[in-house]
């Protein structure tokens, strides 16, 4: 008698799982989530789960429609019955399973508050200045500016900063009059937030005599910038530095592996990043009293964390016969 071994038939089963994506909403609105799943060979079950527990059917906060999607009907950030937090969706059969990356519910806010609002302020013509505004929103706000009751233009001397506040590189005698920033939420289209007025006063320069008797070392701004950026690739970002003294400070940027000054500006725009745009750039603010240096360090990522497509192969085994015996003989 001899026992032989059949060769088991093996069948791959390929699941291909995109993660869900990040949502921001409008208290109250509706949400939805979805897992965009294809299955080769076989069939798979969708389990989604809420902050790492899986959601229950029978719970009306919400619904698993039949492509797979998870529907809010209603987003709270009440305590009790919130919704926010992190949603998975777990891929799975009978061999095995694949867990999606966590994507964010948030719901968006808009501070009543400003934290930080124009001031009247008095400069002398041809100095920079920089008018503060800051609220907290989520997502991030888009700011206007304002003078007069008209809405500044983007121009070489108007330069709005990340934080909200507005440079303005070299002021002008028609410069002089009351400044309002206003915030806006991308998500709360009808719930802009706008500052009070802070009026700018610009002044004549002094005589040259006097000029030459106030003379001072540059000193850098306060923007209210990261001196660490990081961007996606393929992204344009833009560097950030401004200086005030007398005389008014040549302002220059150099990065570190490359001794020529790429711009002599208050800002340095870099389109479309790359790995060889990364590395440090230095600010330089110079006149005849002094020197003065501040480092930005540009960094870059691919931005994969973000929206991945995640694979995974189930082998299932179909066994026909585990022996054979043959009689011998």
């Given at each position: 008698?001899?026992?032989?071994?059949?060769?088991?038939q093996?069948?791959?089963?390929?699941v291909?799982?995109k993660?869900?994506?990040?949502v921001?909403?409008?208290?109250s609105q509706s949400a939805?989530?979805?897992c965009?799943?294809?299955?080769?060979n076989?069939n798979v079950?969708l389990?989604?789960?809420?902050?790492?527990?899986?959601?229950p059917?029978n719970?009306?906060?919400?619904?698993?429609?039949d492509?797979?999607?998870?529907?809010?009907?209603?987003?709270?950030g009440?305590?009790?019955?919130?919704?926010?937090?992190?949603y998975?969706?777990?891929v799975?059969?009978?061999?095995?399973?694949?867990?999606?990356s966590?994507a964010?519910l948030?719901?968006?806010?808009?501070?009543k508050?400003?934290?930080?609002?124009?001031?009247?302020v008095?400069?002398?013509e041809?100095?920079?200045?920089?008018?503060p505004?800051k609220?907290?929103?989520?997502?991030s706000?888009i700011v206007?500016?304002?003078?007069n009751?008209q809405?500044?233009?983007?121009?070489?001397?108007?330069v709005p900063l990340?934080s909200?506040?507005?440079?303005i590189t070299?002021?002008h005698s028609?410069?002089?009059?009351?400044?309002?920033?206003?915030?806006?939420?991308p998500?709360?289209k009808n719930?802009?937030?706008?500052?009070?007025?802070g009026?700018l006063k610009?002044?004549p320069?002094p005589p040259q005599?006097?000029n030459?008797?106030?003379a001072?070392?540059?000193v850098?701004?306060?923007?209210?910038?990261?001196?660490?950026?990081t961007?996606l690739?393929?992204e344009?970002?833009?560097?950030?530095?401004?200086?005030d003294?007398w005389?008014?400070p040549t302002?220059?940027?150099i990065?570190?592996?490359s001794p020529?000054?790429?711009r002599n500006?208050s800002?340095?725009?870099?389109?479309?990043?790359?790995?060889?745009t990364?590395?440090k750039y230095?600010c330089i603010?110079k006149n005849?009293?002094?020197l003065?240096k501040?480092?930005?360090v540009?960094g870059?990522?691919t931005?994969?964390t973000?929206?991945?497509?995640?694979?995974?192969?189930?082998?299932?085994?179909?066994v026909w016969?585990?022996?054979?015996?043959?009689?011998?003989?």
């Open positions: 008698e001899e026992r032989r071994a059949i060769p088991n093996v069948q791959r089963l390929s291909e799982l993660d869900p994506e990040d921001i909403v409008a208290k939805s989530l979805a965009a799943i294809q299955a080769t076989g079950d389990v989604w789960l809420y902050n790492g527990s899986k959601i059917l719970d009306s906060r919400w619904e698993l429609l492509n797979g999607t998870l529907y809010i009907p209603k987003v709270t009440k305590r009790l019955d919130s919704v926010e937090g992190f998975q969706c777990l799975k059969n009978s061999v095995g399973s694949l867990l999606s966590a964010k948030s719901v968006a806010t808009l501070s508050e400003f934290q930080e609002q124009p001031t009247n008095t400069v002398q041809g100095r920079p200045v920089v008018l505004c609220i907290h929103s989520y997502p706000g206007t500016w304002a003078l009751n809405t500044l233009p983007q121009t070489a001397r108007y990340p909200g506040a507005l440079l070299s002021t028609s410069d002089t009059g009351p400044y309002r920033c206003s915030v806006e939420n998500i709360l719930k802009a937030r706008e500052s009070v007025a009026w610009v002044t320069r005599a006097s030459d008797f106030a001072t070392p540059p850098f701004l306060p923007l209210g910038i990261r001196l660490n950026i961007a690739v393929g344009d970002v833009k560097l950030y530095c401004t200086a003294g005389p008014l302002i220059y940027w990065k570190e592996t020529s000054p790429l500006s800002f340095l725009t870099l389109w479309k990043v790359t790995a060889e990364t590395g230095t603010a005849r009293l002094g003065i501040q480092v930005l540009l870059c990522t931005g994969t973000l929206t991945k497509v995640g694979r995974v192969y189930f082998t299932l085994v179909l016969s585990i022996f054979l015996v043959v009689l011998m003989e």
